[in-house]
């Protein structure tokens, strides 16, 4: 089969596209045939050797994927081949013809959900349900606000706020993305580049600041999200690329906090909890996710440097 390898860490040059042993599935595996691969800015960090946690090389990049399940490993039960399903974890990775998974990690996609779509689904979804619900406790007629909303976690967050009652302002950075923004349901959309966005906020939630905060890009935006928090306000720091410095006493004025999210460290029970919300919101409509570009699996190296590329708009996938 074919798939991407990486044999170094390094710049997106070190995905080659490569002949490889189809996987066999284990004890508790299944063997999907993927139709379309989900291209996550983490992904990326993983390549480039910066990320905290490195697989052993080579490997195949990719945990997000879309396809049809090809054979059943022993032992497990309710799948056959032939089914459509969402992955939430690729044992052998992702950016590839093939992947053998734990069919812990193997969801059902619906009918009405295109395969592209279904490789946008398993680190948006589950990362903005995470944040919304079981870091910030997020609850309805809130504020919500939303950096980056554009882009793949941030219209899951649109999706799954406005479905729940809060009252949602995204940011985008071209006009764009915010229309994409509007219509998949922000109440209020801002030019997060505009001087004033930080007083629009302001503006919108009355003078009182937004209950909670999403935020993709830390190391730029933290300081002055602080400022724009309402009291008992709470910041969920999704994304980041370096340090910055913010100034304690804005959270202390506010009895605020700031939460992490790691996908990683998400327990099974929890994992279960979010993927069952994502499962009903796909099927009743209120999840739609957004396929930006499709490309195929060969520039794999293009799709890393244009997902971390200004005015994101849905997802890339690759298409093997």
Sequence with gaps: MKAIVVHEFGPPEVMKIEETAKPVPGSGQLLVRIRAAGVNPVDTYIRSGAYARKPALPYTPGTDGAGVVEAVGDGVTGWKPGDRAYLGGGSTGTYAEYAAV????????P???SLAQGAAVHIPYATAYRSLFQMAHARPNEWVLVHGASGGVGIAAVQFARASGMRVIGTAGTDRGRELVAREGAHHVIDHRAPDSAARVLELTGGRGADVILEMLANVNLGADLKMLAPRGRVVVIGSRGEVQINPRDLMAREAA??????????SEEMAMIHAAIGAGLENGTLRPIVGKELPLAEAPRAHKEVLDPG????IVLVP
């Design 102 to 109: 734990a069919a812990a990690d193997v969801y059902r996609l």
């Design 111 to 113: 009918g009405k959900i």
């Design 258 to 267: 700031i939460f992490g999210v790691l996908l990683w460290l998400v327990g």
């Design 312 to 315: 994101a708009y849905g997802k």
